[in-house]
């Protein structure tokens, strides 16, 4: 499902137009993304939770060229599946 | 800090300062957003969200667990797991 399904699929349900949808999800994501921006987490009962982690600088290699390089400290975000969506994701297959 | 989080709320909250609809219909909005990802997800179908990342769908082996409990030993069976792969724009939003 790409973003322009799931606008579909949002305007379908909501029985709003296309571009109504388009600007819900935009919203919703742009919100999101701000938070972890932030440093802020995102919690969505039901659904997931979104955290920012950490990462310290560190050496690495380009595995291509086994030359030595410094990797800058970054910031990645990271997502951790709701108990509900673990279970539905799991459902009927045994 | 707890209150800093971003919910559900908030969310709905920014969907009805955007629309100007009452925020009631707003938490629905957002619900309908979370349950169409949670359909797709659940149909085994992956989502490519366009600046924001991939949720994808991760098989995970059955493996030996054991109750940290009791010491007990159980199979876990497989299983399928949600992956969330962030965007490149995503990624370098945060580390601006």
Redesign the interface.
């Known amino acids: ?3 322009s399904e ?1 606008i579909e ?2 305007a379908k ?2 029985k709003v137009t296309v571009s ?1 949808a388009s ?3 935009s ?3 742009d ?3 701000e ?3 932030k440093g ?9 939770s ?1 955290t ?1 982690k950490k990462y310290k600088s560190y050496t690495g290699r380009n595995p291509k060229t086994g030359e030595e390089t410094t990797v800058k400290p ?6 951790k ?1 709701g108990k ?3 279970e ?4 009927g ?2 | 800090m707890k209150q800093n989080n971003l919910t559900r709320k908030e969310l709905a909250e920014a969907v009805a300062d955007q629309l100007g609809y009452p925020r009631s219909s707003c938490s629905e909005i957002v619900d309908s957003f979370f349950d169409t990802m949670k359909t797709a997800l659940m149909e085994g179908e992956p989502i490519k969200i366009v600046h924001f990342g991939t949720f994808s769908l991760r098989d995970k082996n059955p493996r030996n667990g054991r109750n940290p409990r009791t010491g007990e030993s159980i199979l876990i069976k497989k299983r399928q797991m949600v992956s969330f792969k962030p965007s490149k724009t995503l990624r370098e939003q945060l580390n601006d």
């Open positions: 499902m790409t973003k799931l699929e949002l349900e909501l109504t600007g819900i999800i919203t919703i994501l919100a999101m993304a938070t972890l921006v802020k987490n995102v919690e969505i009962r039901g659904f997931g979104f920012v970054k910031k990645l975000p990271f997502f599946p509900e969506l673990k539905a994701v799991n459902a297959k045994k």
